[in-house]
């Protein structure tokens, strides 16, 4: 199994459920250090090389390639749209979106021949709802559906599922960021009235990467304390 992202966050969360479920699990880490309880690998996801280069270190070390793959890596850089720069815009959707593509496919390779696999996406609420102020992390998150899904009826007949994670405020560093007073906002729509802890998220990942998740595909999965439903 490998995450991406998995030195902190949702990611590491993941990562300690599926080694604690007894897994072999692998990470990349960009800027953080590498957690000390886990095998991780140094990967930017917006450069192919590194995606090869992580993979081709995860699958020797693993024996094998990648059978599960949560693709979780991402950044935001919220600000209005008028105020909004090209690079605003464009390194968060080829950080979320595009780097999502780039460590899909090269995931893919393995999972094809293996005639099995499972591709889980970590979207978010906003690529449904829309947020004011994070128009480039709502467009690349709801394009991870479009890409989901597109997958999804690509792979299927190869017993690989591809499945996409729609969280609401999550407690990590990414929340920590906002203010006060938007973090207050947000948790006030949310009808459960709290954030989730990363292991909230986690425990739905390792569902869905389980035998019992094996007919489950294309599906958008909230975890969101009710903030997104009907969407
Ligand atoms: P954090 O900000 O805590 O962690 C972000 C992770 O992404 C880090 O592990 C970071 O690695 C990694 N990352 C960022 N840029 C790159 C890059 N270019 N290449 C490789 N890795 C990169 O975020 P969360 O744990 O909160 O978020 C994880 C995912 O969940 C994200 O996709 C986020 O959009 C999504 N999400 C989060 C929500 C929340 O409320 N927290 C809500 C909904 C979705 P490193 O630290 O090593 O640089």
């Known amino acids: 199994m490998l995450v991406t992202g998995g030195a902190r966050g949702i990611g590491l ?10 897994h072999d699990v692998a990470v990349t880490y960009h800027s953080s250090a590498p957690p000390d309880d886990l095998f991780g690998v140094k990967c930017d996801i ?15 070390h693993l024996g094998g390639p990648v059978e599960v793959l949560v693709a979780n890596a991402g950044i935001a850089r919220d600000t209005l749209l008028l105020r909004m720069s ?18 899909v496919k090269r ?10 696999g499972r591709l889980i996406l970590i979207s978010s609420v906003v690529g449904l709802l829309g947020s004011a102020g994070q128009a480039n992390y709502a467009a690349s998150k709801a394009g991870l559906v ?11 007949s190869r017993a690989i599922t591809v499945n996409v994670i729609a969280p609401g405020p999550v407690e990590t560093d990414m929340i920590a960021a ?20 990363p292991d909230e998220i986690a425990g739905v990942v390792a569902f869905v990467a389980s035998d019992d998740a094996a007919y489950i595909t ?3 999965i909230p975890v969101d304390g009710g903030l997104g439903m009907g969407h």
Not at 86 to 103: I, K, S, W
Not at 107 to 116: E, L
């Open 107 to 116: 995931a893919t390779r393995g999972m094809i021949r293996a005639r099995s």
């Open 13 to 22: 969360a993941c990562a300690r459920r599926f080694a604690a479920d007894g």
């Open 146 to 156: 479009g890409f989901a899904r597109s997958l999804a009826r690509e792979l299927g």
């Open 218 to 220: 294309g599906a958008v």
């Open 178 to 197: 906002l203010t006060d007073e938007r973090r207050a906002e947000l948790t006030a729509a949310v009808p459960l009235a709290r954030a989730a802890s």
């Open 46 to 60: 917006t450069s192919a090389d590194d995606v090869e280069a992580a993979f081709s270190q995860v699958e020797e």
């Open 86 to 103: 090209d690079d605003d815009f464009e390194t968060v959707v080829d950080t979320n979106l595009v780097g999502t593509f780039r460590v």
